[in-house]
């Protein structure tokens, strides 16, 4: 079990106190696409903020590796996201002061694990993967929405983490580009073995899922 | 994981916001560069002056002089025949050897007199001293420009003189001068040695001549008009007090009634030395913190996905810290070295004399010390002023910025 999640309650205080999570609790196995849906404002993001330890402020646990996240410091959180979780949002936000590559090689530069060499070897192929290796050296921002979204997916999997988690990655982006987009995670989980979760709108993404979720006004529908 | 935050990528991401605002960080770097190079001329202009004027008017004259009181009905009957002389000379004597703080004193005997040359002839001051105490007072070597110095004195007809006097009585050194003393006497003199300190107060007037033959011309063998005293530690004055409390009929000054202007000269000049260069370093470092708050509110959205992939606040504050950090050492070694060049510059123009000093050029220091403060300064300038935008920085909320993406 790659995530565990046991009886989440994320509460607001803004306007007024009020709950947006009640006791989700939830569990993806290694290897696993888990897709999951939902009316807008029924809580989707709100989850993955928290699953992807953006989010501490949460009630009820959260295990990760095995590793209980609401034990580890604000400075040990930051270094077990860049080694074990990749994020990738719907507006695919990269860099526009670095090159599409260096946009990639950062998480890696950070991890500071391998010499900025290989790194950038492992960017290239990265890039070749989704299909974008002639714009390595283009600034960030000349791209399409649909281009930016897979340099974002490579550069979520940079440091090889082990789960992947993509908010709506596809909610910008026209069928053709959402077909791309889906086909690649989902090869991401079948060929290299990592797990993502995806929240999303589309039905043609979470009817392909190995497994889909249902949130209903911040509760996980059983 | 990467162990310090000053690691090459938190540079590298650092320098790539720098070069994407090239005009703007070049302009803050300027900035820096003025308020250093502006510290570094100004300081080593005015304590350059300082300095000098501290050399020569403190060399020239002492910290402490010992006066008789002028009583004004003794004045009248003196006027003119009898200089009037300290009493109690031994026992003042004998007091001031078990002064701690007293370096050396000398006795003076100082008489009206007036000077004629071949061609001049004018009305001064002759300053009777014992060239061995005096020597312990005035670096006279090393202000001579021509002949010799207190050694000369022992030739009972020796005189030496600043070279302003020289100058307005045409006489250089071997040449005959005449002393005219007030009860008549007069005397044949040769020119034996002439100096300079530098500033025309003592130039102008002083003169030095044997103070055991002048008492013989008086008739007052045993007269002493002042005591000059050096002191060990001169901002100590205290010693004053005590001359005055045991010694009734003198007048002690010490060093800064006696040269008032330029002791407030001297603060003034510190005064504007520091204000400019806080108010420019000042105006510098605001240029900086605005830039980097604009910037940090701009890369907001930035500084989220940095959080997200892994770096962490600390490395969010330095990356920002590192960009103001390298506009300020920039800035203050660019700031350094025009500093150099333009005191350089400053200490080779010549300069006509003024009433005030004499010098062929302005003295400037060119102390190591204080280009290292410019730089330290403007660098401290620059961390100050980036240090508050950095932290604002760190503080952004990734889930935040990301919802509102
Ligand atoms: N910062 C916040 N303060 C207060 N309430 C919030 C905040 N962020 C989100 N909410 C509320 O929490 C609920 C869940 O929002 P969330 O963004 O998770 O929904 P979602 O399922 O992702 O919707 P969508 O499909 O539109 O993205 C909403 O009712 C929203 O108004
Ligand atoms: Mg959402």
């Known amino acids: ?222 | 994981m990467s162990k310090s935050i000053f690691n090459k990528t938190n540079v590298f991401i650092a320098l790539q916001y720098l070069s994407a605002r090239k005009k703007q960080s070049f302009l803050a770097t300027l900035g820096v560069m003025l308020g250093v190079t502006t510290f570094i001329v100004m300081i080593n202009f005015m304590t350059g002056v300082n300095d000098f004027l501290d050399d020569a008017v403190f060399n020239g004259s002492p910290d402490i002089i010992i006066k008789p009181e002028q009583k004004t009905t003794s004045a009248k009957k003196t006027f003119g025949t009898r200089i009037l002389s300290l009493k109690n000379i031994e026992e003042l004597d004998i007091f001031l050897r078990n002064q701690e703080n007293i370096q050396a004193f000398a006795h003076q005997v100082i008489s009206p007199a007036i000077l004629v040359s071949d061609t001049q002839q004018l009305p001064g001051s002759i300053n009777g001293v014992f060239p061995s105490e005096e020597n312990l007072m005035v670096e006279i070597e090393r202000r001579l420009i021509q002949g010799k110095g207190f050694q000369s004195l022992d030739n009972e007809n020796a005189i030496v003189l600043g070279v302003s006097l020289a100058k307005r009585l045409q006489v250089s050194v071997g040449d005959e001068l005449k002393m005219i003393l007030p009860n008549g006497k007069s005397r044949q003199l040769q020119v034996a040695g002439i100096f300079s300190f530098g500033i025309t107060t003592i130039d102008n007037v002083r003169t030095y001549f044997s103070a055991k033959t002048l008492q013989k011309l008086l008739g007052q063998d045993n007269a002493v008009t002042a005591v000059h005293i050096k002191l060990k530690d001169r901002d100590n004055v205290d010693i004053k007090t005590r001359i005055s409390q045991n010694f009734k009929d003198t007048i002690v000054e010490d060093w800064k009634d006696s040269n008032k202007t330029i002791v407030i000269g001297n603060k003034v000049r510190d005064i504007l030395t520091w204000s400019v260069s806080f108010a420019l370093l000042l105006v510098a470092g605001f240029g900086i913190y605005n830039i980097l708050n604009i910037t940090v509110i701009q890369k907001r959205k930035d500084i989220a996905v940095l959080k997200t992939i892994g770096y962490s606040s600390k490395d969010i504050v330095f990356i920002f810290l590192i960009q103001s950090m390298i506009i300020g050492l920039i800035g203050a070694f660019f700031g350094v070295v025009l500093g150099y060049v333009l005191s350089y510059m400053i200490s080779i123009t010549p300069l006509d004399t003024s009433d005030f000093i004499i010098v062929d050029t302005y003295p400037i220091n060119f102390k190591v010390i204080y280009y290292l403060l410019g730089f330290s300064f403007g660098l401290l300038t620059t961390i100050l002023a980036g240090y508050f935008p950095s932290k604002k920085a760190s503080k952004v909320d990734p889930v935040t910025i990301i919802r509102g993406i």
Do not use: C, W
């Open chain 1, 1 to 222: 079990m790659i995530l565990q999640a046991q009886e989440i309650n994320k509460f607001f205080k803004d306007p007024e106190r009020h709950q947006v999570l009640h006791k989700v609790s939830l569990e993806v196995k290694k290897g696993e696409l888990l897709s999951i849906y939902g009316e807008s404002g029924s809580g989707k993001s709100t989850l993955l903020y928290i699953l992807s330890t953006l989010d501490t402020d949460f009630k009820g646990s959260l295990h990760i590796k095995d590793q209980d996240i609401k034990t580890l410091s604000p400075l040990a959180l930051t270094d077990f996201r860049n080694q074990y979780i990749g994020f990738v949002y719907q507006f695919h936000y990269l860099l526009p002061e670095f090159n599409v590559l260096q946009n990639i090689m950062l998480p890696a530069m950070k991890f500071a694990q391998k010499s900025n060499e290989e790194i950038k070897h492992d960017a290239l192929l990265l890039l070749e993967d989704v299909g974008m290796k002639e714009f390595a050296k283009r600034p960030s921002y000349k791209l399409s929405g649909g281009q930016q979204q897979r340099v974002a997916i490579a550069r979520a999997l940079i440091n090889d983490p082990a789960l992947i988690i993509a908010d709506e990655p596809t909610g910008n982006l026209d069928q053709k580009n959402t077909d791309i987009v889906f086909d690649l995670l989902k090869e991401i989980t079948e060929e290299k073995g990592k797990t993502v979760v995806i929240a999303t709108h589309n039905s043609k993404i979470y009817k392909n899922s190995h497994r889909t979720l249902e949130m209903i006004d911040g509760s996980m529908r059983l």
